[in-house]
């Protein structure tokens, strides 16, 4: 099929409208002039520069890009050892059970898991700050990456794992030398992944975090309980734009990749 | 030829199942079929057949409905179905993947195109039951399809498309995906249904074999053209085409220019200081007209001495042997590097083998044995 | 090869070894740091629901005193009851927040499924070469903060927000609707965050969907319409299946949604034990709330994750 039929053009129009629109909305009015937000009075950003002069928001911003770092990091190597566990493991004792515990963080309501990491946290006597919040992060966050890099594991060909230990590799080399080169845009896409979850996380943060590591959501969420600011209009259009750079230069990056190889596979057939 | 034989295409008073008229279909710039009529008789076994990206599968797809001619019509029992829906049409297709519901069991997969009709319930049942019986399934009604062999599920494709009873049955490469072995039982299985049911099969496929196989009829198309239609010992013994002796089986083909000799006879002259060869051919040739000769390696005799009587002669030695059990096939080179293959039955068993690589042998065949065709 | 035989089953043998502790360590750390930071933590959380409140820190007796050896064990377990539980039973407000909890998320993941197949469908039938675009577009607002995303319809369906500024200019309305602060906002929110969610699996089935089997239902008779109920729906339900599943499931413990969209009269349980924990310090009752929520949820989600198995072994 070539075309697109009326009724799907018409369904995937309405659906990205829907989609984008609000989000087109907030950032054009954070270049509103007014304090009221709802209604234009000039192009201005004056926002911007009160922004970056809010030493509140700065430190929230540089706790909240600390605990990503580290704990997308950390829950890249979990997940995707998870991963290959879940894939190549074979029967092991508690499948069932570790199976469970990836798929169940994904749609596990967020106020149970920050509530119940918080009690553990206070059980053990941790005191709540950066830590605390990166371990909750990468607890949550390695499921994702999971999922993510098990979808690419399940389609590799394991025929070339079987080939590089025929042709002398350990199991380790053969993970590191074929697997893992093989699989990596999954384990980057996880890793991107597991990066917004914690940027964007509001709840877990906030029951695990103390009085010393505020994140920008929870700095966010108690501004915008009181309505709509220009100031955090300012800040969502931000985050919008470094979210969008980092998408759309990740997918064009692969599409090259995938137009080369094609071009190249083109090339070879037609040296054939 | 006895009138109980199944020939109507030499019936002129047979009225075609289908006809494609002056056909034209292309895709954007990319013409796939190009200006082409051909007859379908009721009850024939036609085989389209040709490499891929030939057309065929557009022929296909368009009796099916799923592709409508650019130019020209096609006609199903007088009846211009162009713009008739593929849901509407008389017409049934077993694809090239199955197409097996996945989601359905054996049973449900068959009765789907009967519901769709709002047979009775009883009827329905029969029907299927009858389907299940033909196709030799009764055990694995209730499977689903994940759950049968590739054999099995080529099996219930035919039985899901022939249940509606159509006029027409359209077989993509429905043999495609099955090992050697397994093809060949099913081609002679295939017969047997078609021939059974009385349905009118078209099938496609890009596998010669099969198609003088199954077939009562054969079309070789090659870019979007027709370049042979006929039965298959016709199509093997008088190709009208290098393309067609080419494409179908084995065959040497030597150039050469002829020149007339009496009575359809033909002498070609093919190569500097060698001795013309003989051939005869129905069609007029002019004197000194390039043209092809086209010889099977199973009419040429391999012989260490030339064979007194031999119309044919020529010399060469063994390049190389390829024992293929039943047969073995001899590729001898001649003075001038050409390579010509002969074949030879392996009657008895573990015999000496006559000739070994180097050797000096003579090949030779008659005058009738080869093929002429014209430039 | 012209190794000595003995050698050649030593290293065999010993990277076999090798291989068994690697494959054990693989396995552990994961499972390891999920029991600990997964599993166990719930189990606390079963022990505080048990507890009693107090003015203390942490809030809640009785604490386990390991020092006192099995008295302090048994000590502590006869002080646990089922008191918050009751409690939960007797004041309506929890039970009504449940039901509420559940009614919205049922409701919203309908109406996501409905405003998220054609999108989907329109995604999986496009041409090839726009997929991965579309595909992005989908994922783009999904990387972008949830909470920014709730954000922004606050200004959109706020009294003088733009959503009534537009239907006043149209003429459709002539005083503005009040939709901020009501379940519809509750709803526009979940359906608008939780879009993605439910595309993404459905797509993903039907992209690998053959499409000669859409041909081979018309071959035989089917409607383009009937073709689509009896082929492509029933095919897709794995998709449909996991998206349902990974709207609701967290919508119904959804907090940040109700408390910015709704109103005084949107009731979600996620709220409750938000307002429980941080606002009363009510901490058993909180993990009491968080306990019974838990248990509404574990049906669905050992559906979820059967759903998921099944899909992954039959990919593999």
Not at chain 2, 38 to 55: K, N, V
Not at chain 3, 35 to 56: G, Q, R
Not at chain 3, 250 to 266: D, H, K, N, Q, Y
Request: charged letters at 15%; aromatic letters at 10%.
């Amino acid at each position: 099929m070539n075309r697109l039929s009326w009724f799907n053009a018409v369904s995937l129009t309405l659906g990205f409208a829907f989609l984008y629109i609000p989000m087109v909305i907030l950032i054009i009015f954070s270049f509103n002039d007014g304090k009221l937000v709802t209604v234009w009075s000039g192009f201005s950003t004056r926002w911007y520069g009160e922004l970056v002069q809010n030493e509140a928001f700065l430190d929230a911003a540089w706790v909240t890009l600390r605990v990503a770092v580290f704990s997308s990091t950390l829950a890249t190597v979990l997940g995707t050892a998870a991963a290959y566990v879940m894939v190549r493991g074979g029967r092991f004792f508690g499948r069932t059970l570790f199976s469970g515990m990836i798929y169940a963080p994904l749609v596990m309501p967020e106020v149970i898991t920050g509530l119940s990491l918080l009690l553990l946290f206070i059980g053990i006597g941790l005191d709540r700050g950066i830590l605390t919040i990166v371990l909750a992060h990468t607890t949550f966050s390695m499921c994702f990456v999971s999922v993510v890099v098990s979808s690419r594991l399940v389609t590799f060909d394991r025929s070339l794992e079987e080939a590089a230990l025929d042709l002398g590799c350990s199991p380790a080399q053969a993970f590191r030398l074929v697997t893992l080169p093989i699989i990596a845009p999954a384990v980057i896409s996880g890793w991107l992944l597991a990066f917004t979850l914690s940027l964007d996380d509001l709840v877990i943060a906030s029951f695990t975090s103390g009085p010393s590591a505020t994140t920008l959501p929870i700095k966010i969420f108690s501004a915008v309980r009181l309505g709509v600011s220009p100031e955090i209009n300012a800040l969502s259009t931000l985050m919008i734009a470094v979210v969008t750079v980092g998408v759309i230069t990740a997918s064009l990056v692969t599409k090259r990749a995938m137009m080369k190889q094609k071009q190249d596979e083109m090339a070879a057939a037609r040296a054939e | 030829m006895t009138s109980d034989v199944f020939t109507p295409w030499d019936d002129p008073q047979a009225k075609p199942l289908i006809q494609f008229k002056n056909v034209t279909k292309r895709f954007g710039g990319f013409t796939a079929i190009d200006n082409l009529s051909l007859d379908i008789f009721e009850r024939e076994f036609f085989a389209l057949l040709g490499p891929s990206g030939c057309g065929k599968t557009t022929m296909m797809r368009m009796l099916a409905g799923f592709e409508t001619p650019t130019e020209g019509h096609i006609i199903l029992s007088g009846q211009d179905i162009d713009p008739i829906p593929p849901n509407k049409r008389a017409v049934n297709m077993m694809f090239q993947s199955y197409a097996l519901f996945p989601h359905l069991s054996i049973w449900e997969n068959i009765a789907f195109g009967l519901r769709r009709d709002k047979m009775p319930k009883r009827d329905l049942e029969d029907r299927v039951e009858e389907m299940l019986r033909l196709t030799r399934l009764e055990q694995f009604a209730r499977r689903k399809p994940h759950q049968i062999s590739g054999g099995q599920r080529q099996r219930v494709a035919l039985a899901r498309s022939l249940a509606k009873a159509p006029k027409l049955l359209l077989l993509d490469e429905p043999l495609g995906a099955l090992d050697k072995k397994l093809r060949q039982d099913t081609q002679f299985e295939l017969m047997d249904i078609q021939e059974k049911t009385g349905t009118t099969f078209v099938i496609v496929t890009h596998d010669q074999e099969e198609a003088m196989t199954v077939a009562s009829r054969v079309a070789v198309m090659d870019q979007g053209q027709l370049k042979q239609v006929a039965t298959p010992d016709r199509i093997y013994e008088n190709p009208n085409s290098v393309y067609v002796a080419d494409f179908i089986g084995d065959v040497n083909i030597i150039e050469g220019r002829a020149t007339a000799q009496g009575d359809e006879t033909y002498q070609i002259n093919w190569a500097e200081g060698q001795t013309p060869l003989t051939a005869t051919s129905a069609t007029d040739l002019s004197n000194g007209q390039g043209c092809h000769l086209a010889i099977r390696p199973e009419k040429v005799t391999i012989s260490a001495d030339r064979p007194a009587d031999a119309v044919n002669a020529i010399q060469g030695k063994v390049h190389d042997i390829a024992y293929l059990g039943n047969l073995s096939t001899y590729y001898v080179e001649l003075a001038n590097g050409t390579i010509i293959k002969a074949q030879s039955a392996n009657t008895r068993r573990i015999s000496r083998r006559s000739f070994t690589w180097e050797d000096p042998v003579w090949l030779s065949w008659t005058a009738t044995a080869a093929v002429l065709l014209a430039n | 090869m012209g190794r000595p035989g003995l050698a050649v089953l030593d290293s065999n043998g010993r990277g076999f070894v090798g291989e068994l502790m690697r494959r054990a360590f693989l396995i552990a750390v994961p499972y390891v740091w999920l029991l600990a930071l997964f599993l166990v933590p719930f189990f606390i959380v079963l022990k505080i629901s048990l507890s009693d409140t107090a003015l203390a820190i942490p809030p809640y007796t009785p604490t386990l005193d390991l020092s006192q050896g099995w008295s302090g064990i048994t000590e502590f377990f006869s002080q646990l009851d089922f008191e918050n539980f009751v409690w939960l039973t007797e004041d309506d407000l929890y039970w009504k927040a449940y039901l509420s909890s559940v009614k919205i998320a049922l409701i919203a993941t309908i109406f996501t499924l409905i405003f998220g197949y054609p999108i989907a469908y329109g995604m999986a039938r496009a041409p090839e070469e726009w997929r991965p675009t579309l595909m992005m577009l989908i994922i783009l607002p999904f990387w972008t903060s949830f909470l920014i995303r709730v954000y922004a319809w606050m200004g959109i369906l706020s009294n003088e927000g733009y959503l009534n500024q537009f239907l006043l200019w149209i003429g459709v309305i002539s005083t503005p609707l009040t939709i901020l602060n009501t379940n519809t906002a509750v709803y526009i929110g979940i359906v608008y965050t939780y879009l993605p969610f439910m595309i993404l699996p459905i797509y993903s089935a039907l992209e690998r969907m053959d499409e000669s089997l859409i041909e081979a239902a018309e071959d035989l008779g089917c409607s383009r319409i009937q073709a689509f109920w009896l082929v492509t729906i029933p095919l897709s339900r794995p998709g449909i299946i996991a998206g349902c599943f990974l709207v609701m499931i967290p919508v119904i413990g959804e907090f940040v949604i109700p408390s910015l969209l709704g109103g005084s009269g949107t009731l979600m349980i996620g709220k409750v034990l938000w307002e429980e924990f941080f606002s009363n310090r009510d901490w058993p009752v909180a993990s009491a709330v968080a306990v019974v929520l838990l248990l509404i949820l574990v049906v669905p989600i050992v559906l979820f994750q059967r759903n998921q198995q099944k899909q992954t072994e039959a990919e593999q």
